[in-house]
């Protein structure tokens, strides 16, 4: 034979082995493939596609169970070949190798993921041979491979861009499930991909629903929001959803409600309503679900003139119960019962049913734990609003169980916060050991949790009767810090922005808590005097600031300049206040003496004409407010009622009439028994002690403790208030309560008292307490003596 021959039949001969091994590695059995591998990675002269065939089916293959160090043993190999390979390889091996691998999921070994690395080394000097398919699975592979968007991923996607109108319809849906599945950052690719959709519409081409649904939802999750707002208006006007499956329409529809610009067609609710039924939806993922309840959630707020998105709720709802549809992740069971309260209305059957049954499987310790904090607690608060607790015992029992827990052991976290708050805000006003964990994880953590879940917070713990009953005896620690967290942070110049209903909620928890922290107080009033001149603040928000503010007799310059802007705003009809809040206002104009007849006028007008709406209890504490600034604006400014005013003030009398406290207690009675031991002693006097005296003419309505009255004359000879804990705010400094001032109420009701002419003692709580009986004898009797000696005339 020829010496040429020869060499042909050798290269063939090598070729056919080749070929035999390459078949043995993909075609092997269990045993099969690892006598294949043995002799694959013993010979010297192993070509790396082998190898990268043997490691991809090794990697992938859950049926061959390939034992570890053989796995890891092809792995290091190919990556030596891959490495030291002079020789190119193929970009069909390439490919073939990194779906292999993809197809096993993100590596976690870290010979497989040496060898990711190795094969993406490669892309860049076989990415110009690649054909578009190649690329597209390479593409694909790296998602699955949950790689980031560096080099070799944009590498591919610039080639992709360029030919992406070649793509079929088809595969540029396939390639767009890619992006939407990766967490890649690529708006540019993105706004290309929306292009040749769009340019694919507008040609009139037959796309299937699959491929709309597919490219809307890929551009978003990875397009900015001017690409996604026009690709969802081409859907408004272009699309025909009759035909579209429940999981299309809900993948859509995820992305009106992510980017709230575009609101969607009613073509596509009622599409969503046609094709709900208890086996469609059952067949549907349950991701699918939780998704759709969370967009028609969110897009119910939107489409405000619209039922739809409710109905769709309810209807999806009695699908899952009616099909049994179990199994949902925890972030969709929170979506779920959070969407599910927002439909419920009052004796609404079925949502106790679909509550029951979706928290079956999730009522377990052990199920619970599989819940972040924010889900879990969303989830919760859902079910209190909806008044479900006696219902889901277990529920309720294993969440606040989680949450007691986790307030001991779970970092501090923006997240965290955000879920202690939900939490916090059901358990309002009962408290209990799991509001004061809370409490005191937020003390621990106020640095690391976001500004507004300190607001809130601190609202939760105001609304807890007894933290707040804590706050008028002994200062609560854990408070007093919390107030200090929040003054820090919002003085400290980071401007984290803070909305109009957490300055309300801030400063309005301050006056609950009677805590007051005058440099704090003072940065609210200055930002909500800024978003009053900017139209950023409504009447109930504004109400709440002022009536904190001046419950804590807080007077400093922004105070005074918030309530005067306010009656500016008033006069000029740039805020108009609900009648609710009209009683606040007027008493905030009071208690800071400002103030405005045409203004005063007018919200008496308001307050008048429309306090029928209100709640009984609204209206009582309403009137109350009313007459304490009537009271102010007759004395401190000459105010005279007119004829239809006459009505509405003497119901204010009365209510405050009926309102007054006769209740005496242990510091009362002993400062009575104290008066009438000393006047005793000068029974000439013609005095005596009077308890709940009313100070008609001059004040009618407003009543005293105690006064000394003539026996004969009737006139009042000396006033005296017995101020207890509830009298007074704490006052914080730097390092924590600093002492104490009396707050709004005492102080205007004091002003009023001596402004009208009489004569009055204040007797504190700690005075008192700091006194034993001889002293506390003297004491009264030296107040006494210098009261009845002066030659003053008291009015009445």
């Given amino acids: 034979m020829r010496p040429s021959r020869r060499l042909s039949a050798v290269a063939r001969q090598k070729l056919r082995r080749q070929s035999d091994l390459r078949s043995r590695i993909v075609d092997a059995d269990k045993h099969e493939f690892e006598e294949v591998c043995r002799e694959l990675l013993s010979s010297g002269s192993a070509l790396p596609a082998d190898l990268l065939c043997a490691a991809g089916r090794a990697v992938a293959s859950t049926r061959l169970s390939v034992v570890a160090e053989t796995v890891d043993a092809l792995c290091w190999a190919s990556t030596e070949c891959l490495c030291s390979a002079e020789e190119e390889i193929p970009s069909s ?378 706050c008028a005896g002994q200062q609560s620690t854990s408070v007093v810090l919390l107030v200090c967290a929040a003054a820090r942070r919002v003085l400290d110049g980071r401007r984290e922005r803070l909305e109009q209903q957490d300055i309300a909620l801030l400063v309005w928890a301050l006056g609950t808590l009677r805590v007051s922290h005058y440099e704090l107080e003072e940065r609210c009033c200055v930002l909500a005097r800024g978003m009053l001149m900017d139209g950023r603040i409504d009447s109930r928000h504004l109400a709440m600031v002022l009536w904190g503010i001046t419950s804590n007799s807080h007077r400093s310059q922004p105070a005074i300049d918030l309530i005067k802007d306010t009656a500016l705003a008033v006069e000029s009809g740039s805020i108009a206040f609900d009648v609710a809040d009209v009683g606040v206002v007027l008493w905030a104009m009071a208690a800071s003496d400002v103030y405005d007849q045409v203004v005063f006028r007018h919200l008496l007008s308001v307050f008048a004409t429309g306090s029928g709406q209100l709640s009984a209890a609204e209206r009582r504490a309403s009137l109350s407010k009313v007459h304490r600034a009537y009271l102010w604006a007759r004395l401190c400014h000459g105010f005279v009622h007119s004829p239809q005013e006459a009505g509405l003030i003497a119901e204010a009398l009365e209510e405050a009439q009926m309102s007054g406290v006769d209740a005496k207690g242990e510091f009362q009675t002993g400062v009575c028994r104290n008066l009438n031991r000393v006047l005793a002693r000068s029974p000439s006097t013609g005095f005596q002690v009077v308890s709940e005296v009313d100070l008609a003419p001059e004040l009618p309505g407003l009543a005293v403790d105690a006064a000394l009255v003539d026996g004969w004359t009737g006139s009042r000879g000396l006033l005296v208030e017995v101020d207890g804990p509830h009298h007074y705010v704490s006052v914080l400094g730097a390092s924590g309560v600093s002492g104490r001032q009396y707050n709004g109420q005492s102080v205007l009701k004091h002003e009023l008292i001596r402004k009208a002419g009489f004569r009055l003692l204040c007797i504190g709580d700690e005075k008192w307490r700091s006194m034993d009986r001889a002293d506390r004898f003297e004491f009264i009797r030296h107040e006494v003596s210098d009261a009845l000696s002066s030659r003053e005339l008291f009015p009445g």
Avoid at 114 to 134: F, N, T
Wanted: glycine share 6%.
């Fill in 93 to 470: 091996e390439v490919v073939a190798a990194l779906v292999s691998l993809a197809s096993a999921g993100k590596p976690h070994r870290p010979s497989v993921r040496r060898l990711v690395e190795g094969l993406k080394a490669r892309i860049p000097s076989v990415a110009p041979q690649m054909s578009l398919q190649e690329i597209h699975r390479a593409t694909t592979a790296l998602c699955k491979l949950k790689e980031p968007s560096g080099v070799e991923v944009q590498l591919l996607l610039d080639h992709l861009d360029r030919r992406l109108d070649m793509l079929s319809d088809f595969a540029l849906a396939s390639l767009a499930r890619t992006i939407a599945s990766s967490s890649w950052r690529i708006e540019a690719f993105a706004k290309s991909m929306a292009v040749s959709w769009r340019q694919r519409v507008e040609g009139q081409r037959d796309l299937k629903s699959n491929v709309h649904a597919a490219v809307v939802f890929a551009v978003g999750k990875a397009a900015d929001e001017e690409i996604i707002t026009e690709v969802l208006r081409v859907a408004n006007n272009s699309l025909d959803y009759s035909t579209f499956t429940f999981t299309e329409l809900s993948q859509i529809l995820w992305v009106y409600a992510n980017n709230g610009g575009v609101i969607p067609s009613e073509s596509i609710w009622k599409s969503l309503l046609g094709a709900l039924s208890a086996d469609g939806v059952g067949a549907c993922a349950t991701q699918t679900i939780g998704y759709a309840f969370w967009a028609a959630g969110v897009l119910s707020h939107n489409c405000h003139s619209s039922g739809l998105p409710l109905e769709l709720i309810r209807q999806m709802a009695q699908c899952v119960v009616l099909g049994s549809v179990r199994g949902f992740q925890p972030s969709s069971v929170s979506y779920m019962v959070w969407a599910v309260s927002l439909a419920a209305s009052q004796d609404c059957l079925w949502v106790g049913d679909f509550c029951k049954h979706l928290l079956a499987d999730n009522s377990s310790r052990e199920t619970i734990d599989k819940f972040k904090s924010l889900e879990l607690a969303n989830t919760f608060a859902a079910v209190c609003s909806l008044g479900l607790k006696d219902i889901l015992p277990e529920f309720v029992a294993a969440a606040r169980q989680y949450f007691a827990a986790a307030a001991k052991t779970v970092p501090g976290t923006a997240a965290n916060g955000r879920a202690f708050t939900q939490v916090a805000w059901t358990m309002v006003p009962e408290g209990g050991p799991e509001m004061e964990a809370i409490v005191d994880w937020f003390t621990t953590n106020s640095d690391k949790v976001g500004l507004r879940s300190l607001c809130r917070i601190l609202w939760a713990a105001s609304k807890c009767d007894g933290v707040v009953e804590a």
